[in-house]
T-cell receptor
Framework: GESVGLHLPTLSVQEGDNSIINCAYS??????FIWYKQESGKGPQFIID?????DKRQGQRVTVLLNKTVKHLSLQIAATQPGDSAVYFC????????????FGSGTRLLVRP | KAGVTQTPRYLIKTRGQQVTLSCSPI?????VSWYQQTPGQGLQFLFE???????NKGNFPGRFSGRQFSNSRSEMNVSTLELGDSALYLC????????????FGSGTQLSVL
């Protein structure tokens, strides 16, 4: 399959701290990137997206950073809350009319009270 | 506004049977995508439809098929089920023709015994 395999790293943070979740994407031709949050028993929930002509985009308590030179994407969550505990996926899409997202393997975020 | 609705939520089948899963996209969305999620392979692209046309298909055997209706609702079918088809099947819809900001449903959990 095209998705990265089983390895699921875990990030444990203290409530109120900032979280940084990293993702290495695979295709240098990808020009659209998106972060999803998935809670147990639910489908992925859209968090934030960014196009390749930007290197930073901010949302409510979240910031996405894109470094095309090293094909790296990160999601920063400010003042992490217990409700942020979930698995986070990055995904990439090429504007080559493939219309499909290629997902990373995900990172589990655990927020300690 | 209702989100992406998938039915049924859970399904148990035996090997050799076939199954049909249903997806109703967000009102006004004309693009529908299907993904398979398993612990071993993560999220993998199955196929994508826009205005009743399949624009792309992932690397899955011909036992996996789908279609989209004129009201944008979509179905996917898996014939001759195998144990390895056990997975969470996710449907997603997008407002844009380029499939940006895909919104996912909660999925259909298929178990093949």
């Amino acid at each position: 399959g095209e998705s990265v395999g089983l390895h699921l790293p875990t990030l444990s943070v203290q409530e109120g701290d900032n979280s940084i979740i990293n993702c290495a994407y695979s295709n240098s031709a990808s020009d659209y990137f998106i972060w999803y949050k998935q809670e147990s028993g639910k489908g992925p929930q859209f968090i934030i997206d960014i196009r390749s002509n930007m290197d930073k985009r901010q949302g409510q308590r979240v910031t996405v950073l894109l470094n095309k030179t090293v094909k790296h994407l990160s999601l920063q969550i400010a003042a992490t809350q217990p409700g942020d505990s979930a698995v986070y996926f990055c995904a990439e899409m090429g504007m080559d009319s493939s219309y499909k997202l290629i997902f990373g393997s995900g990172t589990r975020l655990l927020v300690r009270p | 506004k209702a989100g992406v609705t998938q039915t049924p939520r859970y399904l148990i089948k035996t090997r050799g049977q076939q199954v049909t899963l249903s997806c109703s996209p967000i009102s006004g969305h004309r693009s529908v995508s299907w993904y398979q999620q398993t612990p071993g392979q993560g999220l993998q692209f199955l196929f994508e439809y826009f205005s009743e046309t399949q624009r792309n298909k992932g690397n899955f055997p011909g036992r996996f098929s789908g279609r989209q209706f004129s009201n944008s609702r979509s179905e996917m079918n898996v014939s001759t089920l195998e144990l390895g088809d056990s997975a969470l099947y996710l449907c997603a819809s997008s407002w844009t023709k380029a499939n940006e900001k895909l919104f996912f449903g909660s999925g259909t959990q298929l178990s093949v015994l």
